[in-house]
């Protein structure tokens, strides 16, 4: 099969770009869905955050004010994790898809107790002392969600007051929240996992948008390039040789009247051109003289 040097070019130029455009696709993608899974990271961090400033509020300014009202009556929120959990719970209404949940083994409110699945997110921080903090991707009904777990580790004697023994506890508390639950807890136990989800897929759809759109813009840059390169091989490169071809033919049947070929310019075809012009110079000057 014959092929014209304009289509032999478009083959490799087509190639080319096909293999440039898997690759870029390729890349693109994975870039863009790890910037959608950091972004998503951030913002379950940045609750983490918000939920550990809450808690550290209550303790450090709330309980403090309401140290004598405490020793005649157990308010619950004095407690800097049902601070903190009040305060996530009320800030996520607006995000149904956000959650927010300090899971534990044997809690005291029955709100806080562990499915499932986050006992064994409980069981693996309890295997794994040195671990600070789990990330991880979970599908469920309402889709696929990245979570972040850190463990809840009893490390302020002070919190064995209440959830030591029934006894100990006081006796407001156990009114409120009997005496079966949330107790038996020791120093340095880890007893739940602090838990905030995040949804996913609105941030992967919005990176797979975002591919769409940059490799159509690709596409669309290919196109005018294709048209301009070919613009200029058909310019520059094949009507000249064309030319060139169609004058030694003529030359090459006996004809001595060929016009010489327009070869101005410095470029790689005018040069040929001139050595055309000589070589055909030479050859019409030599016919004559076989003719004479």
Same mark, same amino acid.
């Given at each position: ?9 478009? *083959? ?10 898997? =690759? ?10 790890? &910037? ?10 940045? +609750?983490?955050? !918000? ?12 309980? @403090?004010?309401? /140290? ?36 534990? #083994? ?44 850190? @463990? ?5 004697? $002070? ?20 005496? *079966? ?15 905030? !989800? ?8 919005? $990176?797979?948008? +975002? ?5 159509? &813009? ?16 058909? #310019? ?9 071809? $169609?004058? =030694? ?14 070869? &101005?310019?410095?470029? /790689? +075809? ?11 110079? &030479? ?10």
């Amino acid at each position: 099969m014959k092929l014209s040097l304009a289509v032999k070019f478009n *083959v490799v130029f087509l190639a080319v770009f096909i293999v440039g455009f898997i =690759a870029t696709s390729l890349s693109t993608h994975y870039m863009l869905q790890q &910037s959608a899974r950091r972004e998503t990271l951030e913002t379950a961090r940045m +609750l983490m955050r !918000s939920a550990s400033a809450a808690s550290t509020y209550t303790a450090e300014q709330i309980v @403090p004010l309401l /140290e004598n009202r405490l020793k005649f009556q157990f308010l619950p929120q004095s407690v800097p994790d049902f601070a903190a959990i009040s305060h996530l719970q009320e800030l996520l209404k607006s995000y149904p898809d956000y959650a927010y949940k300090e899971a534990t #083994l044997n809690p005291t409110n029955p709100r806080d107790l562990a499915n499932d699945w986050e006992k064994t997110l409980i069981s693996t921080l309890r295997s794994q002392p040195q671990t600070d903090e789990m990330v991880g991707e979970r599908a469920d009904d309402k889709g696929t969600s990245l979570y972040i777990a850190r @463990p809840i580790q009893i490390k302020d004697a $002070a919190c064995l007051a209440c959830h030591s023994t029934p006894d100990a506890a006081p006796k407001t508390m156990v009114d409120i929240y009997g005496a *079966v639950n949330g107790f038996g807890w020791k120093l340095n136990d880890t007893i739940g996992a602090q838990l905030v !989800s995040v949804p996913l897929d609105l941030p992967m759809q919005r $990176a797979t948008s +975002l591919l769409h759109s940059y490799m159509l &813009s690709m596409l669309g840059i290919f196109a005018v390039l294709f048209v301009a390169l070919n613009v200029a091989v058909h #310019l520059f490169v094949t009507r000249r040789l064309r030319q060139m071809s $169609a004058l =030694a033919d003529r030359v090459s049947l006996g004809e001595t009247d060929v016009p010489p070929m327009d070869v &101005s310019g410095s470029d /790689e +075809l005018a040069r040929l051109g001139q050595s055309f012009g000589r070589m055909r110079t &030479s050859l019409v000057s030599a016919m004559k003289m076989l003719e004479e």
